[in-house]
């Protein structure tokens, strides 16, 4: 398997939890700036299937930032085709629509539509959050941490809900999607946190300070904090997932764990897992 990611800490993780039980080569996707980068790494012959991720949150600041990744997946599309590749799996981000307001989600949706329009098998998998527990690692730390306070500063904002998956569970989803036909989009997450809850379990931060979003958006103008269109994301609406879908075409269980989340939303979120009978019942065709 040839895996095409950030080189940030959850993803060089991942790297090393798949080498354990697969053959797969690694290469940094910016470093992908013309076809010989592709063709010095000898990738040809047995790995066949792509699998793409990017992680470096901190990297998507001004729109060159997203235009320099969408560069180096079309290069990377041309190579996989010129070598036949047989299979597509891609971790994407919730809410990646190719017409959404916000950047970042609308850079993540193109993407989608270039690896699915080159006619592959793909499996997409939504995800927010990756944690590894032992490591106390996560790809949201570095958006709010700051260096010289040795804290996390994050958005005051009531609901900031955070859907996280272990490193593990990610693993052996991937692992599933390798081996088997998984084509589709999936929601891929274990774990329901407030934002802060989630920062100070599955990073190594003693204090997460809450601040008034309108002086975050200051500090990201000046190039302080997060850029705004990352920073939208935790202020936005937020989007289900619903995780019943992978759990039933996988055959695992992925335990939900909630915390730091208030009892009255912590109860709504419980219906994510799989959705009402009634709703189920109107998506039923009348014949």
Not at 10 to 17: H, M
Not at 25 to 37: G, K, N, R, Y
Not at 128 to 135: C, G, K, R, S
């Amino acid at each position: 398997m040839l895996y095409v990611h950030s080189f940030s800490p959850i993803e060089q993780a991942l790297f090393s939890a798949l080498a354990q039980t697969e053959e797969l080569i690694q290469v940094q996707a910016l470093e992908i700036t013309d076809h010989s980068i592709l063709a010095s790494e000898n990738l040809a012959g047995s790995h066949k299937t792509l699998l793409y991720s990017f992680q470096d949150l901190t990297h998507y600041r001004h729109i060159d930032s997203f235009r320099e990744e969408s560069a180096a997946v079309d290069m990377l599309i041309e190579y996989i085709l010129e070598q036949e590749f047989t299979k597509i799996i891609l971790i994407t981000y919730p809410g990646a629509y190719c017409d959404s307001t916000n950047l970042f989600l609308h850079y993540k949706g193109l993407i989608e539509q270039k690896f699915v329009h080159t006619g592959m098998p793909c499996t997409i998998l939504n995800v927010q959050a990756i944690h590894e527990p032992y490591l106390k690692i996560n790809n949201l730390h570095s958006l709010f941490y700051h260096e010289s306070a040795g804290r996390c500063v994050i958005p005051r904002k009531s609901s900031c809900i955070t859907y996280s998956i272990k490193l593990n569970s990610l693993c052996q989803i991937i692992v599933k999607s390798l081996h088997g036909d998984y084509e589709g989009k999936f929601d891929a997450f274990d774990s329901v946190f407030d934002l802060k809850t989630y920062l100070l379990t599955h990073s190594s931060v003693g204090q997460v300070r809450r601040m008034t979003p309108i002086y975050l958006y200051v500090k990201s103008f000046f190039g302080w904090y997060a850029s705004p269109t990352m920073l939208e994301l935790f202020l936005m609406t937020i989007v289900p997932m619903y995780k019943f879908r992978i759990e039933k075409e996988f055959g695992i269980t992925l335990e939900q764990e909630n915390s730091g989340i208030p009892f009255s939303y912590n109860r709504n979120l419980i219906t994510f897992s799989e959705p009402s009978h009634s709703i189920l019942n109107s998506l039923i065709p009348i014949e």
